[in-house]
């Protein structure tokens, strides 16, 4: 009977609350009883509906009544717990010149610290800081940076193209007659034709972003980084304003103790072509893995901007000149802060990233 199952679950109570001796042992209790969801005095009350009319109204009568002695029993239960905890609490000294504790507190990522600084820099040079879909078509990623379809970093093995239903996905280049498969973009080089199209000549900009390769991993190679394209389209530009430009960046960034060399290197999308390399941070460029025991670490590759390029931008050649370069965020922080192995900033290692 209904009635004798109220009698046993008050004396379960009664014997539960004698072997209590703490407050959390007190809320578990009061959980298994009076949860409103599975509380198993709770869930006896509900089956009050169940009996005969006539029946109702003295069980309801009963249950009220264990409802009530129980709730008054963990009253007094609490009540006792409590004044214990606050009796063994004023046996406690507190000592005010003790340290507090530190709070832990989120902060920006070292990379987007870098990449704040480096867009402040270049916007007090009068360079303005635009953004491209990462998601790109072979147009824009290849073919308009005057990057062949032959060209090796149009191969599989280099290039993270997008399929769906096992086929490749085809984007129509606006104004274009051709489909271009999509990629993910491998360089942030893919804003250069967008930005001259949009905003013309003269023109001053970068591009920081994500960018994705599909290589191997290293100490020096992730395949997903990220990257600062720089551009710069005007009348008369020459290398010598390259290099201006490159001497300011390191210097705001690195400091003035960093050497750098410029070599010739051959870009797709550049003529002529050069690399500009640091002075190896990490071992004072005496040779380490991470500059391959050269003393020197590639920073970023860099030239005139090809005239094929200011074409697929609508801008004329024959009127314009301009430079264009591309350097590795983690490149700049890892000389910056030391750090020898590329891999550690996409690690999630709260042990790297709380240093920064």
């Given at each position: 009977?209904?009635?004798?199952?109220?009698?046993?679950?008050?004396?379960?109570?009664?014997?539960?609350?004698?072997?209590?001796?703490?407050?959390?042992?007190?809320?578990?209790?009061?959980?298994?009883?009076?949860?409103?969801?599975?509380?198993?005095?709770?869930?006896?009350?509900?089956?009050?509906?169940?009996?005969?009319?006539?029946?109702?109204?003295?069980?309801?009568?009963?249950?009220?009544?264990?409802?009530?002695?129980?709730?008054?029993?963990?009253?007094?239960?609490?009540?006792?717990?409590?004044?214990?905890?606050?009796?063994?609490?004023?046996?406690?000294?507190?000592?005010?010149?003790?340290?507090?504790?530190?709070?832990?507190?989120?902060?920006?990522?070292?990379?987007?610290?870098?990449?704040?600084?480096?867009?402040?820099?270049?916007?007090?040079?009068?360079?303005?800081?635009?953004?491209?879909?990462?998601?790109?078509?072979?147009?824009?990623?290849?073919?308009?940076?005057?990057?062949?379809?032959?060209?090796?970093?149009?191969?599989?093995?280099?290039?993270?193209?997008?399929?769906?239903?096992?086929?490749?996905?085809?984007?129509?280049?606006?104004?274009?007659?051709?489909?271009?498969?999509?990629?993910?973009?491998?360089?942030?080089?893919?804003?250069?034709?967008?930005?001259?199209?949009?905003?013309?000549?003269?023109?001053?900009?970068?591009?920081?972003?994500?960018?994705?390769?599909n290589e191997a991993t290293d100490a020096r190679h992730e395949h997903t980084f990220h990257q600062v394209e720089g551009l710069m389209v005007d009348k008369d530009i020459s290398i010598a304003n390259f290099k201006a430009v490159m001497d300011a960046i390191i210097k705001a960034i690195l400091g003035p103790d960093f050497k750098t060399r410029i070599r010739p290197g051959f870009f797709p999308f550049v003529e002529p072509g050069f690399e500009v390399d640091l002075s190896c941070a990490l071992c004072q460029a005496k040779g380490c893995r991470v500059c391959k025991n050269t003393g020197w670490v590639e920073f970023c590759g860099a030239g005139m901007v090809h005239p094929n390029v200011l074409k697929a931008g609508g801008v004329d050649?024959?009127?314009?000149?301009?430079?264009?370069?591309?350097?590795?965020?983690?490149?700049?922080?890892?000389?910056?802060?030391?750090?020898?192995?590329?891999?550690?900033?996409?690690?999630?290692?709260?042990?790297?990233?709380?240093?920064?």
């Open positions: 009977m209904l009635q004798e199952k109220f009698n046993k679950i008050k004396q379960e109570i009664i014997d539960e609350l004698k072997r209590t001796k703490t407050l959390e042992q007190l809320e578990d209790l009061n959980n298994k009883y009076f949860s409103r969801a599975s509380g198993e005095l709770t869930k006896l009350v509900k089956e009050i509906k169940n009996l005969a009319e006539e029946e109702r109204p003295r069980i309801g009568k009963i249950a009220n009544e264990v409802k009530k002695e129980a709730e008054e029993l963990f009253a007094q239960v609490r009540s006792t717990l409590g004044d214990k905890v606050q009796g063994e609490n004023k046996d406690k000294v507190f000592d005010p010149t003790l340290p507090g504790k530190k709070q832990a507190i989120g902060k920006l990522h070292v990379l987007t610290q870098i990449r704040r600084e480096v867009e402040e820099v270049f916007l007090s040079m009068g360079f303005m800081v635009v953004d491209g879909p990462e998601l790109e078509s072979e147009w824009y990623n290849f073919e308009a940076v005057n990057v062949p379809s032959w060209h090796p970093a149009r191969d599989m093995q280099d290039t993270f193209y997008i399929k769906a239903n096992g086929k490749r996905q085809m984007a129509k280049v606006e104004g274009g007659e051709e489909n271009y498969k999509l990629v993910m973009r491998t360089h942030t080089s893919n804003v250069q034709v967008r930005a001259m199209e949009k905003y013309g000549a003269p023109i001053r900009c970068i591009v920081p972003g994500r960018v994705f390769r050649p024959t009127k314009y000149s301009g430079f264009a370069f591309g350097f590795g965020l983690e490149r700049l922080a890892m000389m910056r802060y030391g750090i020898n192995d590329i891999r550690l900033f996409e690690s999630g290692d709260l042990r790297f990233l709380g240093q920064f």
